[in-house]
C-alpha cells in the first residue's frame, strides 16, 4: 500500500465523518432531552390550566348573570323615565293652561283699570 495523497484524503474523509457522526449523535440526544423537558412543562401547565379555565368560565357566567340583571334595570329605569316625562307633560299642560288663561285675565284687568282710571278710552 502506498501512502500518496488519495490515501491520506481518504482517512481524513473517513475521520471527518465519523466526527461527524459523533456530533449529530451528541446533538440529538441534547434535542431528546430538550424535548424530554417541554413535554413535562406542557403536561404541568395542562394540569394547572385546565382547573383555571374551569373557573375563569364559571366567572363568566357570573359576570353573564349580572349583566343580564342590568339590563332589566336598566329597561324598568327607562320604563320609569318614559313615565315621569309622560306625567310632567300632563301635569304641565293641566297647570300651565289655566295659569295663562289667569295671568291673562289678570292682564286685561289691569289695562282695564288703568284705562278707567287714566279715562283714555278707546272710541269706536
Do not use: H, Y
Not at 406542557?42 to 363568566?60: G, M, N
Not at 278707567?116 to 278707546?122: L, P
Request: net charge neutral.
Amino acid at each position: 500500500m502506498e501512502w500518496d495523497a488519495g490515501a491520506f484524503m481518504r482517512i481524513a474523509i473517513g475521520i471527518f465523518f465519523l466526527l461527524f457522526g459523533a456530533g449529530c449523535i451528541f446533538a440529538l440526544i441534547r434535542l431528546a432531552s430538550v424535548l424530554a423537558r417541554v413535554t413535562d412543562i406542557l403536561a404541568d401547565t395542562r394540569t394547572q390550566v385546565i382547573p383555571l379555565l374551569t373557573r375563569i368560565e364559571s366567572t363568566l357566567d357570573g359576570v353573564n348573570a349580572e349583566l343580564a340583571r342590568v339590563d332589566e334595570i336598566t329597561e324598568s329605569v327607562g320604563t320609569i323615565v318614559k313615565t315621569a316625562a309622560s306625567t310632567t307633560s300632563a301635569v304641565q299642560s293641566a297647570v300651565a293652561t289655566p295659569l295663562k288663561k289667569v295671568a291673562g285675565l289678570a292682564s286685561a284687568v289691569s289695562e282695564g283699570i288703568a284705562t278707567f282710571v287714566s279715562g283714555n278710552r278707546k272710541e269706536n
